[in-house]
T-cell receptor, first 118, second 115 residues
Framework: AQKITQTQPGMFVQEKEAVTLDCTYD???????LFWYKQPSSGEMIFLIY??????QNATEGRYSLNFQKARKSANLVISASQLGDSAMYFC???????????????FGKGTKLTVNP | EAGVVQSPRYKIIEKKQPVAFWCNPI?????LYWYRQNLGQGPELLIR????????DSQLPKDRFSAERLKGVDSTLKIQPAELGDSAVYLC?????????????FGPGTRLLVL
């Protein structure tokens, strides 16, 4: 079963505007973590922001904020004041525990390709 | 602080040939991961190391893939023999356990093309 769903294969935004990238997740574990990564064409996965399931406030990191709605199991990424350099693939991921006990891995969605237009 | 280092960045081989990828994690990170990312998909875990011990290799195709992390620092992932379906980006990541978030930091990846 798919654990992370990103329903937007591609998104377009004008420079300096805000954009929201959607992410929904599925887990029965009360303790989990949600991550967003940016992957430019160079290939490296760049960590952007983290939200813990017990965090009381939505996470923010500079121009990035996470709209965490626990009851709806959504963790949308909001990028404010978009820049041309924001054009990239964006992946939502959830940390879960492995069946082998104790260890953990990230489960990724299929990503959203963001294009920022000048 | 240096990030995760991977080499080579690109590799083109013919099917049935062997290939190896190398990863050096962030200094002090005790946990190392190898992921495979197929075109148009998110990364999928192949193997996870805690220090020198492989604690999760359930997704590693053991008939042709092998990995090692001698001395608990750098790691090598090998494919022998390679198949056409192995064409993908192989990403290495590392994290420091016990920090609560245990954020994984990724290297630039190795793009493998099997002809």
């Amino acid at each position: 079963a798919q654990k992370i769903t990103q329903t937007q294969p591609g998104m377009f935004v004008q420079e300096k505007e805000a954009v929201t990238l959607d992410c929904t997740y599925d887990t029965s574990d009360p303790s989990y973590g949600l991550f967003w990564y940016k992957q430019p064409s160079s290939g490296e996965m760049i960590f952007l922001i983290y939200q813990g399931s017990y965090d009381q406030q939505n996470a923010t990191e500079g121009r990035y904020s996470l709209n965490f709605q626990k009851a709806r199991k959504s963790a949308n990424l909001v990028i404010s004041a978009s820049q041309l350099g924001d054009s990239a693939m964006y992946f939502c991921a959830m940390r879960e525990f492995s069946s082998q006990g104790g260890s953990e891995k990230l489960v990724f969605g299929k990503g959203t390709k963001l294009t920022v237009n000048p | 602080e240096a990030g995760v280092v991977q080499s080579p960045r690109y590799k083109i081989i013919e099917k049935k040939q062997p290939v190896a990828f190398w990863c050096n994690p962030i200094s002090g990170h005790n946990t190392l991961y190898w992921y495979r990312q197929n075109l148009g998909q998110g990364p999928e875990l192949l193997i996870r190391y805690e220090n020198e011990e492989a604690v999760d290799d359930s997704q590693l195709p053991k008939d042709r893939f092998s990995a090692e992390r001698l001395k608990g620092v750098d790691s090598t992932l090998k494919i022998q023999p390679a198949e056409l379906g192995d064409s993908a980006v192989y990403l290495c990541a590392s994290s420091l356990e016990g920090q609560g978030r245990e954020t994984q930091y990724f290297g630039p990846g190795t793009r493998l093309l099997v002809l």
